[in-house]
């Protein structure tokens, strides 16, 4: 009703604007397509309706359905361009936020790199304004537009001062141009840094005017058409001075080093050769290589009523045949050997000493350092050079230590001479001594040859008379006894014996004679199966009561099995008959090893003896016991002790009386055996 009412005010058409096209529209926009469509229908059905409404109310009127279908066409037309202005609006919106939003980023981005920036000059204002080198920034016109902190230090120089000053100001002005030139050259290059100086040595200059050594490099830049020349400086004076304090202290110990040379080559050759001459070269070749400015080196020795010069370098031969023996007194040689004392001349042009010749050769100065031999001047030292002021105190102190090790090269050289006279000598004495042991041998030779004759004498001519009188007498005693009484018979007993004894006396000097000449044969002996081999021998031959041997394992030997078993042969025999009279007699054979030696032994529980007698045990003839007491000739232990010397041993004993007594002897141990021989 109200629509209807609405439409016939405002007529159709408005109203149909009004009311249907403006929803149909916002709809559309706002929602999508089949909305509009929806609505735009809805609509149409709504004005009919509100048509119908209207005609009922006024029945005279009309209702146009062609109008509705137009009105339809509209709707639908209205849907179709909304719905496209609406997605190209859309589209169109967010083309729109995507290139707002790639603004937004740009923007931010542009801000970032803004305060990168501000922080990177910020950064880079504070390492110029911090750096410990100089920087100094220059235009093409090098007028200087940057001067750090360090650069005002450096210089002495504010950088308001200085900013807007030419470069030359800080450049000594014979290296301006040459700088000039050099930056200029370097703008046209388009490197972009160099180092400047790197053959010599660039200098700079203090406001105050000092000149000091620095390093630099150089750097350009192009900003907006327009070239910047950047030099970083750096102040190298304390490294100048610490070079130069290094390479003083270098030579100072290189010189340390070299006259450190000279003397343990003179020190060497003095161990190595007793020979003055070998010292004296070597001294002279070490210092010519090591000596500074040392231009000629001699030594000189006096001889009679000249000096000689033993050992030189550097000399021409006109000067050696004109200066190589210098009379008493002439030059500064002389005069240094009559004073004694050192002489350092820094310049020939004052000093009266130097002879025409060293003139001649060009000698400017000169050393001159005594030597000396048991205190007197014997020589000196001299070192001369070409060159004014060429030496120095070091020099001096050098020259005194090698004029000491030369007095001792002269004490060897003198003691050598004196060993070789004394080793003429002794090699005459030698001669003689050994002429005197020809002689003598010839002498032992002849008496060996007349006791070799009396050794066979002895077993031969003497022999027949004791077998004469033992025979005879044993004659008398089987045939002619009952004749006798019994002293008779006690006589011929006494004879016999005697005459036994006599032929076993005999026998042992003969032994013992022989012992001196008799080769000795070494092999591997087992004392043990010796010592009991010996004593079974020996067993028919003990009295009543025969001993208990005990052997202690000996070690083995090395010896002449034939000698050594007379010893065992003689010390047994001593051992069985001086424990006849015990009741239980008991002997000990053992040994052991003690260093070189293995020491061995013969140990009885007999009669012994006393040891203030000790020392008579070994002589032929000496007996500690009466012949009626224990029989004997007194010839064994001296066999015995000659045996163990030809052996390279020795012999000694212990004993207590009525205790025992033990024999000891030694021979090489199996090891060394060799030093036996």
């Given at each position: 009703m109200l629509l209807g009412a609405l439409n016939y005010l405002t007529g159709p058409w408005v109203s149909f604007s009004i009311f249907y096209l403006i929803p149909v529209s916002i709809v559309t926009w706002f929602v999508n397509r089949w909305a509009g469509i929806l609505i735009s229908i809805a609509s149409v059905i709504t004005w009919l309706i509100a048509d119908l409404v209207w005609k009922m109310s006024y029945p005279n009127s009309?209702?146009?359905?062609?109008?509705?279908?137009?009105?339809?066409?509209?709707?639908?037309?209205?849907?179709?361009?909304?719905?496209?202005?609406?997605?190209?609006?859309?589209?169109?919106?967010?083309?729109?936020?995507?290139?707002?939003?790639?603004?937004?980023?740009?923007?931010?981005?542009?801000?970032?790199?803004?305060?990168?920036?501000?922080?990177?000059?910020?950064?880079?204002?504070?390492?110029?304004a911090t750096a410990m080198d100089g920087i100094i920034t220059v235009n093409t016109s090098q007028y200087i537009v940057l001067f750090n902190s360090a650069a005002e230090e450096m210089f002495r120089c504010s950088a308001t001062e200085a900013i807007g000053q030419p470069l030359d100001r800080f450049i000594p002005e014979r290296?301006?141009?040459?700088?000039?030139?050099?930056?200029?050259?370097?703008?046209?290059?388009?490197?972009?840094?160099?180092?400047?100086?790197?053959?010599?040595?660039?200098?700079?200059?203090?406001?105050?005017?000092?000149?000091?050594?620095?390093?630099?490099?150089?750097?350009?830049?192009?900003?907006?058409?327009?070239?910047?020349?950047?030099?970083?400086?750096?102040?190298?004076?304390?490294?100048?001075?610490?070079?130069?304090?290094?390479?003083?202290?270098?030579?100072?110990?290189?010189?340390?080093?070299?006259?450190?040379?000279?003397?343990?080559?003179?020190?060497?050759s003095i161990h190595q050769s007793l020979h003055l001459q070998d010292v004296l070269e070597n001294a002279v070749e070490a210092m010519s290589e090591n000596i500074d400015r040392g231009d000629y080196v001699g030594i000189y020795l006096v001889e009679g009523e000249e000096v000689i010069l033993k050992a030189h370098k550097g000399f021409t031969d006109w000067?050696?045949?004109?200066?190589?023996?210098?009379?008493?007194?002439?030059?500064?040689?002389?005069?240094?050997?009559?004073?004694?004392?050192?002489?350092?001349?820094?310049?020939?042009?004052?000093?009266?000493?130097?002879?025409?010749?060293?003139?001649?050769?060009?000698i400017k100065s000169y050393l001159s350092m005594p030597i000396r031999f048991e205190d007197k001047t014997v020589g000196c030292v001299n070192?001369?050079?070409?060159?004014?002021?060429?030496?120095?105190?070091?020099?001096?102190?050098?020259?005194?230590?090698?004029?000491?090790?030369?007095?001792?090269?002269?004490?060897?050289?003198?003691?050598?001479?004196?060993?070789?006279q004394s080793e003429e000598e002794i090699r005459k004495i030698n001669e003689e001594l050994e002429r005197r042991v020809i002689e003598r041998t010839a002498q032992l030779e002849a008496a060996n040859k007349e006791l070799e004759a009396f050794s066979y004498s002895v077993s031969h001519d003497l022999r027949a008379p004791l077998r004469a009188i033992d025979g005879f007498s044993r004659v008398l005693f089987e045939d002619h006894s009952n004749a006798l009484d019994d002293d008779g018979r006690h006589l011929i007993k006494v004879i016999r014996d005697n005459a036994r004894n006599m032929g076993q006396l005999i026998d042992d000097l003969l032994t013992l004679s022989r012992l001196g000449r008799q080769d000795i044969k070494l092999s591997k002996l087992d004392i043990a199966g010796l010592a009991k081999a010996v004593f079974n021998e020996l067993k028919p031959n003990t009295h009543e009561r025969t001993p208990q041997l005990n052997i202690n394992t000996p070690p083995n030997a090395y010896g002449d099995r034939a000698l050594i078993h007379q010893v065992f042969v003689n010390l047994l025999s001593n051992a069985i008959k001086f424990t006849g009279t015990k009741e239980n007699p008991i002997i000990e054979v053992g040994g052991y090893v003690e260093g070189k030696e293995s020491i061995y032994y013969v140990r009885d529980n007999g009669v012994?003896?006393?040891?203030?007698?000790?020392?008579?045990?070994?002589?032929?003839?000496q007996r500690l016991h009466r012949q009626d007491e224990f029989e004997g000739t007194g010839v064994g232990l001296a066999i015995v002790q000659r045996i163990i010397h030809r052996h390279g041993g020795r012999v000694w004993a212990e004993g207590k009386v009525g205790e025992g007594a033990t024999f000891y002897f030694t021979l090489y141990s199996e090891e060394h055996r060799d030093e036996s021989k």
């Amino acid at each position: 009703m109200l629509l209807g009412a609405l439409n016939y005010l405002t007529g159709p058409w408005v109203s149909f604007s009004i009311f249907y096209l403006i929803p149909v529209s916002i709809v559309t926009w706002f929602v999508n397509r089949w909305a509009g469509i929806l609505i735009s229908i809805a609509s149409v059905i709504t004005w009919l309706i509100a048509d119908l409404v209207w005609k009922m109310s006024y029945p005279n009127s009309a209702i146009p359905y062609w109008n509705a279908a137009m009105r339809l066409v509209l709707f639908l037309i209205v849907v179709f361009f909304m719905s496209e202005f609406r997605e190209l609006n859309q589209r169109l919106g967010e083309r729109v936020s995507e290139r707002t939003a790639v603004l937004e980023s740009e923007i931010a981005e542009r801000k970032r790199a803004k305060e990168r920036l501000r922080e990177s000059q910020a950064v880079l204002n504070g390492i110029i304004a911090t750096a410990m080198d100089g920087i100094i920034t220059v235009n093409t016109s090098q007028y200087i537009v940057l001067f750090n902190s360090a650069a005002e230090e450096m210089f002495r120089c504010s950088a308001t001062e200085a900013i807007g000053q030419p470069l030359d100001r800080f450049i000594p002005e014979r290296f301006r141009t040459t700088h000039r030139e050099h930056i200029i050259t370097f703008g046209r290059t388009g490197v972009t840094t160099r180092r400047m100086g790197a053959l010599r040595v660039i200098s700079g200059l203090r406001a105050d005017g000092e000149e000091f050594p620095i390093e630099a490099s150089i750097s350009q830049i192009e900003v907006a058409g327009q070239k910047f020349y950047t030099v970083i400086l750096r102040d190298i004076t304390e490294r100048k001075r610490s070079e130069e304090t290094l390479r003083e202290s270098f030579a100072r110990l290189s010189k340390k080093n070299r006259y450190e040379t000279i003397i343990s080559t003179v020190t060497r050759s003095i161990h190595q050769s007793l020979h003055l001459q070998d010292v004296l070269e070597n001294a002279v070749e070490a210092m010519s290589e090591n000596i500074d400015r040392g231009d000629y080196v001699g030594i000189y020795l006096v001889e009679g009523e000249e000096v000689i010069l033993k050992a030189h370098k550097g000399f021409t031969d006109w000067y050696i045949e004109r200066a190589g023996r210098i009379p008493y007194p002439k030059g500064f040689t002389w005069k240094t050997i009559i004073e004694g004392k050192s002489k350092y001349v820094a310049d020939v042009d004052q000093d009266t000493a130097i002879g025409p010749a060293g003139r001649e050769l060009g000698i400017k100065s000169y050393l001159s350092m005594p030597i000396r031999f048991e205190d007197k001047t014997v020589g000196c030292v001299n070192i001369n050079s070409l060159k004014k002021n060429a030496f120095d105190e070091e020099e001096l102190k050098l020259l005194e230590t090698v004029a000491q090790q030369i007095e001792v090269a002269i004490g060897n050289a003198k003691q050598a001479e004196a060993l070789r006279q004394s080793e003429e000598e002794i090699r005459k004495i030698n001669e003689e001594l050994e002429r005197r042991v020809i002689e003598r041998t010839a002498q032992l030779e002849a008496a060996n040859k007349e006791l070799e004759a009396f050794s066979y004498s002895v077993s031969h001519d003497l022999r027949a008379p004791l077998r004469a009188i033992d025979g005879f007498s044993r004659v008398l005693f089987e045939d002619h006894s009952n004749a006798l009484d019994d002293d008779g018979r006690h006589l011929i007993k006494v004879i016999r014996d005697n005459a036994r004894n006599m032929g076993q006396l005999i026998d042992d000097l003969l032994t013992l004679s022989r012992l001196g000449r008799q080769d000795i044969k070494l092999s591997k002996l087992d004392i043990a199966g010796l010592a009991k081999a010996v004593f079974n021998e020996l067993k028919p031959n003990t009295h009543e009561r025969t001993p208990q041997l005990n052997i202690n394992t000996p070690p083995n030997a090395y010896g002449d099995r034939a000698l050594i078993h007379q010893v065992f042969v003689n010390l047994l025999s001593n051992a069985i008959k001086f424990t006849g009279t015990k009741e239980n007699p008991i002997i000990e054979v053992g040994g052991y090893v003690e260093g070189k030696e293995s020491i061995y032994y013969v140990r009885d529980n007999g009669v012994g003896f006393d040891m203030r007698y000790a020392g008579k045990l070994f002589g032929v003839f000496q007996r500690l016991h009466r012949q009626d007491e224990f029989e004997g000739t007194g010839v064994g232990l001296a066999i015995v002790q000659r045996i163990i010397h030809r052996h390279g041993g020795r012999v000694w004993a212990e004993g207590k009386v009525g205790e025992g007594a033990t024999f000891y002897f030694t021979l090489y141990s199996e090891e060394h055996r060799d030093e036996s021989k």
